[in-house]
């Protein structure tokens, strides 16, 4: 069984920021993994944000969150981070990790992702 479990969402103004942080936990632990998030705001489809490596050292983005977001694996593995700042309301979306058995090649669609967290609600006011 495999469990993914999301904290840090909330509420902020505009330009704030806000991190996110994904707990793996489970079967999956004994194996290599990619990590990931995804976002889906009411009345529109779940869409890729940012994905991570297996080894951290590849990390793929979203245009529209370039520059803006950070995405990092913690030194455990298990963990994954999505550091978001300037945020503006075009960000409000509950946002889910995710987990891969590719491991070593971010990967950026929903069908790439076996393993889904339950969300977190992050809100942004104007």
């Known amino acids: 069984q495999v469990q993914l479990v999301e904290f840090g969402g909330g509420s902020v103004q505009a330009g704030g920021s806000l991190s996110l942080s994904c707990a793996a936990s489970?079967?999956?632990?004994?194996?290599?993994?990619?990590m990931g998030w995804f976002r889906q705001a009411p009345g529109k489809e779940r869409e890729f944000v940012a994905a991570?490596?297996?080894?951290?050292?590849?990390?793929a983005y979203a245009d529209s969150v370039k520059g803006r977001f950070t995405i990092s694996r913690g030194s455990t593995k298990s963990m994954a981070f999505l550091q978001m700042n300037s945020l503006n309301p075009e960000d409000t979306a509950v946002y889910y990790c995710?987990?891969?058995?590719?491991?070593?090649?971010?990967?950026?669609?929903?069908?790439?992702?076996?393993?889904w967290g339950q969300g977190t609600q992050v809100t942004v006011s104007s």
């Open positions: 991570v490596s297996w080894s951290g050292s590849s990390a």
């Open positions: 489970g079967s999956i632990t004994y194996r290599q993994y990619t």
């Open positions: 995710a987990a891969s058995l590719e491991a070593e090649s971010p990967r950026t669609t929903v069908y790439d992702y076996a393993h």
